[in-house]
């Protein structure tokens, strides 16, 4: 029978476990506050391509949510806890503020394209450090990085000449 007491709880060394925490935490937390920074401007935006707009901001809410829960999920895979509660989310993250209340669908889309790359830079970072790090963990922050630009092009695409 296995001895349980002899299983680690993860399969990689620790500074490795610590790397990846240091790098993808950070982007737990910018992902966070898409999805509640995300779903006040799907509330707010008036004006021009509303329906557009409205709808494809509650979609990058569903792929923020998801991301956030693949780079979480990896760090704990690895046997460390995760801070994403919402005075950390609120305190850490480099999306910073939107502007409260109603918008013109151009504003919403500038000031949120500006969170969306802020999340970026900090995924980007995670990208470059995790190469030398873990590759595992640095192919989440490719994936990431790939569909969070794409969500960008198709909500900059609304205000494009
Ligand atoms: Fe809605």
Known sequence: MTDLTTVSSTSVSPDVAAGV????SPVVIDLTALVVNGK???WHVRGANFVGVHELLDTIVEHAQDWADSAAERIVALGLPVDARLATVAAKTTTGELTAGFQQSDTTIAEFVAQIDAALTSIKTAVDELDSIDLTSQDIAIEIARGLEKD????VAHVSK
Do not use: V
Not at 152 to 155: A, M, Y
């Open 152 to 155: 960008r092009w198709f909500l």
């Open 40 to 42: 006040q401007a799907h």
């Open 21 to 24: 925490a240091q790098f993808l």
